[in-house]
C-alpha cells in the first residue's frame, strides 16, 4: 500500500501514514477542487482515473487531478464543462395571462385581438426556451382582460402591482401581465408575478429565437427562480434579454426551484429510442411536404423552419402539438402541420410517463422535397433513452 503523505496544517510540515488514496485524495485535493469548479464540496463527485489519476465533477463542471511526488494533487486538465444528467421528471407549471389596460380603453380592438391569438404562442415559445431545464408552462384559459384600478395603467413598473384590481382573484402558478407601455422591457412584481410590455425592444443575437414577450417573460421568471445575470449575450441571462440559451448548471437550478412553485406538478416522463422516434417522423415526411407545397404559390414563397413540439403518450398517441418556433408566419401551414403531427401513432413509451419531443423541418422552395433527415438539426427528445 502507498503510503500518502498527511499535510501538516499548522507547520506545514511533511508526516508519513498508510491511508486509502480515496480519502487522501477527498482530504488534500477536494477543498482545492471545490474553489476551481466554484462548487460545494458537499456536491462534488469523485471518479478513480487510474493510478494517481482522479476526476471531479460538480455544478455543471469538471475536472481531473494527477498526484505529483515533488508538489502534491496538480490540475491536469484546467476546468471543463460537464453536462449535468437530464431529471427524469418534468415539472409542470401553471400559466396565467392577462392583459392590463386602462379603464377607459373599451377593448376588442384590432390589438387586443392579435395579442389573445398571439398567447399560445406566447406559451409555446416559453416552454421552448425552458425545455433544458425539463420545465413546461400549461396555460390556463385564454387571455383574460384587467382594467388597471385607480384608472390609468403606470408605465413605471415598480408601480404596476398597485394597479391591479383589488378582487383579482389568487392563484397558483405564473401570472403574466401584459401591459401597452413600460418604462422597461419587463420585471418581476414578487414570486412569479411577471410584467412585460406588449412590444418589448430587443437586440438581434445569433442562435436566439422566440416571441419577444416570450423572451422576456423567461428571462424574468429565471432571475426570480435563481439565476444571476450572465454577460454572455447569448445566454437568457444575459442584459437586455438578448439571448435564449441556458447551460447545465442554470438548467438544473431552474428545474429544482421550479417544483417548489405553488401549483407546481411533476410528470413522470417515458422513454423511447430515438431511432423509432425518427423512424416514425421521416415516414410522415410526405404529409409534411404536402403542407408546404400550397405556400409555394405564393409571390415570395416562404422559407424558413417551424419547429413542432408534441406529446406521445401512453399508447404511443400524440395527445398535444404545439408550435415551439416558426420564422415562417404562416397559419395555414402552421395548422397543416399541426393537424398531420396530431394523427401520428408511436410505440408505447416504456415506464409509464410520457415523451416530450420537439422537432424541426427547414422548408425552401428550392427543395420543397427534401429530406427533413438531412434539412434538419437534430430532434430534441425529452425522457428518451439514447
Given at each position: 500500500?502507498?503510503?500518502?503523505?498527511?499535510?501538516?496544517?499548522?507547520?506545514?510540515?511533511?508526516?508519513?501514514?498508510?491511508?486509502s488514496?480515496?480519502?487522501?485524495?477527498?482530504?488534500?485535493?477536494?477543498?482545492?477542487?471545490?474553489?476551481?469548479?466554484?462548487?460545494?464540496?458537499d456536491?462534488?463527485?469523485?471518479?478513480?482515473?487510474?493510478?494517481?489519476?482522479?476526476?471531479?465533477?460538480?455544478?455543471?463542471?469538471?475536472?481531473?487531478?494527477?498526484?505529483?511526488?515533488?508538489?502534491?494533487?496538480?490540475?491536469?486538465?484546467?476546468?471543463?464543462?460537464?453536462?449535468?444528467?437530464?431529471?427524469?421528471?418534468?415539472?409542470?407549471?401553471?400559466?396565467?395571462?392577462?392583459?392590463?389596460?386602462?379603464?377607459?380603453?373599451?377593448?376588442?380592438?384590432?390589438?387586443?385581438?392579435?395579442?389573445?391569438?398571439?398567447?399560445?404562442?406566447?406559451?409555446?415559445?416559453?416552454?421552448?426556451?425552458?425545455?433544458?431545464?425539463?420545465v413546461?408552462?400549461?396555460?390556463?384559459?385564454?387571455?383574460?382582460?384587467?382594467?388597471?384600478?385607480?384608472?390609468?395603467?403606470?408605465?413605471?413598473?415598480s408601480?404596476?402591482?398597485?394597479?391591479?384590481?383589488?378582487?383579482?382573484?389568487?392563484?397558483?402558478?405564473?401570472?403574466?401581465?401584459?401591459?401597452?407601455?413600460?418604462?422597461?422591457?419587463?420585471?418581476?412584481?414578487?414570486?412569479?408575478?411577471?410584467?412585460?410590455?406588449?412590444?418589448?425592444?430587443?437586440?438581434?443575437?445569433?442562435?436566439?429565437?422566440?416571441?419577444?414577450?416570450?423572451?422576456?417573460?423567461?428571462?424574468?421568471?429565471?432571475?426570480?427562480?435563481?439565476?444571476?445575470?450572465?454577460?454572455?449575450?447569448?445566454?437568457?441571462?444575459?442584459?437586455?434579454?438578448?439571448g435564449?440559451?441556458?447551460?447545465?448548471?442554470?438548467?438544473?437550478?431552474?428545474?429544482?426551484?421550479?417544483?417548489?412553485?405553488?401549483?407546481?406538478?411533476?410528470?413522470?416522463?417515458?422513454?423511447?429510442?430515438?431511432?423509432?422516434?425518427?423512424?416514425?417522423?421521416?415516414?410522415?415526411?410526405?404529409?409534411?411536404?404536402?403542407?408546404?407545397e400550397p405556400?409555394?404559390?405564393?409571390?415570395?414563397?416562404?422559407?424558413?423552419?417551424?419547429?413542432?413540439a408534441?406529446?406521445?403518450?401512453?399508447?404511443?398517441?400524440?395527445?398535444?402539438?404545439?408550435?415551439?418556433?416558426?420564422?415562417?408566419?404562416?397559419?395555414?401551414?402552421?395548422?397543416?402541420?399541426?393537424?398531420?403531427?396530431?394523427?401520428?401513432?408511436?410505440?408505447?413509451?416504456k415506464?409509464?410517463?410520457n415523451?416530450?419531443?420537439?422537432?424541426?423541418?427547414k422548408?425552401?422552395?428550392?427543395?420543397?422535397?427534401?429530406?427533413?433527415?438531412?434539412?434538419?438539426?437534430?430532434?430534441?427528445?425529452?425522457?428518451?433513452?439514447?
Amino acid at each position: 500500500m502507498r503510503a500518502w503523505p498527511l499535510v501538516g496544517l499548522t507547520l506545514g510540515a511533511w508526516a508519513t501514514g498508510c491511508v486509502s488514496a480515496a480519502d487522501a485524495f477527498r482530504r488534500d485535493a477536494l477543498p482545492r477542487a471545490a474553489f476551481e469548479l466554484g462548487c460545494p464540496q458537499d456536491q462534488l463527485a469523485t471518479t478513480p482515473l487510474g493510478e494517481d489519476r482522479w476526476g471531479v465533477q460538480g455544478c455543471g463542471k469538471k475536472v481531473v487531478y494527477v498526484y505529483s511526488d515533488r508538489i502534491g494533487w496538480v490540475n491536469n486538465s484546467g476546468v471543463l464543462p460537464a453536462p449535468l444528467p437530464s431529471p427524469n421528471d418534468l415539472v409542470v407549471v401553471p400559466l396565467h395571462v392577462y392583459l392590463l389596460s386602462d379603464a377607459g380603453d373599451a377593448g376588442g380592438d384590432a390589438d387586443t385581438a392579435a395579442l389573445a391569438a398571439s398567447v399560445p404562442e406566447i406559451a409555446a415559445h416559453l416552454n421552448g426556451i425552458f425545455d433544458p431545464a425539463r420545465v413546461r408552462f400549461d396555460l390556463i384559459g385564454a387571455l383574460q382582460t384587467l382594467k388597471a384600478a385607480g384608472g390609468t395603467v403606470p408605465r413605471r413598473y415598480s408601480d404596476i402591482r398597485k394597479s391591479l384590481p383589488a378582487n383579482l382573484e389568487a392563484v397558483d402558478g405564473v401570472r403574466l401581465f401584459i401591459v401597452g407601455h413600460l418604462d422597461a422591457n419587463g420585471a418581476g412584481l414578487g414570486g412569479v408575478d411577471v410584467v412585460v410590455e406588449a412590444h418589448p425592444k430587443l437586440r438581434p443575437v445569433a442562435g436566439s429565437w422566440g416571441n419577444p414577450i416570450s423572451r422576456v417573460t423567461a428571462h424574468v421568471l429565471a432571475g426570480a427562480l435563481g439565476l444571476g445575470i450572465s454577460s454572455d449575450e447569448r445566454s437568457l441571462m444575459a442584459l437586455g434579454t438578448a439571448g435564449t440559451g441556458l447551460d447545465a448548471t442554470e438548467a438544473a437550478t431552474l428545474h429544482a426551484a421550479a417544483k417548489r412553485l405553488p401549483g407546481a406538478t411533476l410528470s413522470r416522463l417515458g422513454t423511447l429510442p430515438r431511432d423509432f422516434i425518427a423512424k416514425i417522423i421521416r415516414k410522415h415526411w410526405g404529409g409534411i411536404k404536402g403542407c408546404y407545397e400550397p405556400e409555394l404559390h405564393e409571390a415570395p414563397a416562404p422559407f424558413g423552419t417551424l419547429t413542432v413540439a408534441f406529446t406521445i403518450a401512453g399508447g404511443g398517441r400524440v395527445t398535444a402539438a404545439s408550435i415551439s418556433q416558426d420564422d415562417m408566419h404562416s397559419a395555414a401551414l402552421e395548422g397543416c402541420v399541426l393537424g398531420e403531427v396530431g394523427k401520428w401513432v408511436f410505440p408505447e413509451p416504456k415506464g409509464g410517463g410520457n415523451v416530450y419531443v420537439t422537432y424541426p423541418w427547414k422548408f425552401s422552395p428550392a427543395a420543397p422535397g427534401s429530406d427533413p433527415a438531412k434539412d434538419s438539426r437534430p430532434a430534441e427528445f425529452m425522457g428518451e433513452t439514447w
